[in-house]
């Protein structure tokens, strides 16, 4: 669902909080900048903060690359087909250890278009990442879902909208505190209220992950409970 709250509304609480409500010390294009860092700095600490469910064409062979935009795969979905238009079989991610120990020729086995697992490690490589078997020299498509880069938002006129989730607006608003405040760390207490709104901006995407982490992790047990009747 696209975002219903402006830029220029948390710029503004930022600037009253500030003490700079004419924006004369604090530039808007300044705190700008600091709201899309903000949002990027979001969209790395919580991978299901700004996602896209896309079809990609591989390429001939095992390794693949992620999409330009991509900061993370957070999950391979089906199998799509040469034209992209033909649903498939599921794509199962596994371990690179697992494949190894498994199928130890398993990058250079005979080619297919129908992908049955994906090895991907987004620590070791966030851009990288293979499919088993490899793909023949014309390759087919397959459904991924992965965390996107945020569109910029390029300025502060009314109507322009934040580019993830409105419930990360007051997280924003610290973010944006905290690098404002450490513009002028070395004046007296600059410094601490700076590290104070980079705590609450950190509390408050962290809080948020770990709710949907737990989420995520009790749809799972449900689901293996499922199966298992």
Not at 52 to 79: C, H, M, Y
Not at 136 to 161: C, D, F, H
Not at 211 to 217: E, G, K
Not at 221 to 227: N, T
Request: contains cysteine.
């Amino acid at each position: 669902m696209p975002s219903l709250t402006d830029a220029k509304t948390i710029i503004d609480k930022a600037s009253i909080l500030l003490g700079d409500a004419s924006q004369t010390r604090w530039f808007p294009s300044e705190l700008l900048g600091y709201l899309n860092d903000g949002q990027t700095e979001i969209t790395l600490m919580v991978p299901n903060c700004n996602p896209s469910t896309a079809l990609i064409t591989l390429v001939a062979g095992s390794k693949q690359e992620a999409p330009d935009d991509s900061i993370r795969i957070n999950g391979f979905v089906r199998n799509m087909g040469v034209g992209g238009n033909t649903p498939g079989r599921i794509i199962r991610e596994v371990t690179r250890a697992y494949m190894d120990a498994y199928v130890p020729n398993w990058t250079s086995s005979t080619p297919s278009n129908e992908v049955i697992h994906a090895v991907y490690d987004a620590e070791d490589n966030n851009k990288t990442f293979y499919v088993y078997p490899p793909q023949p020299i014309a390759p087919s498509q397959i459904e991924i879902v992965y965390s996107k880069v945020p569109t910029q938002v390029n300025n502060v006129n009314s109507g322009t909208k934040i580019t993830i989730a409105d419930y990360y607006s007051n997280a924003l608003l610290d973010y944006i505190l905290y690098r404002a405040f450490s513009k002028d760390s070395e004046y007296a207490n600059q410094a601490e209220r700076s590290a104070n709104h980079y705590s609450a901006f950190v509390n408050a995407v962290g809080a948020k992950f770990k709710v949907d982490s737990a989420v995520s992790d009790d749809t799972r047990d449900e689901g293996r409970k499922d199966l298992r009747r």
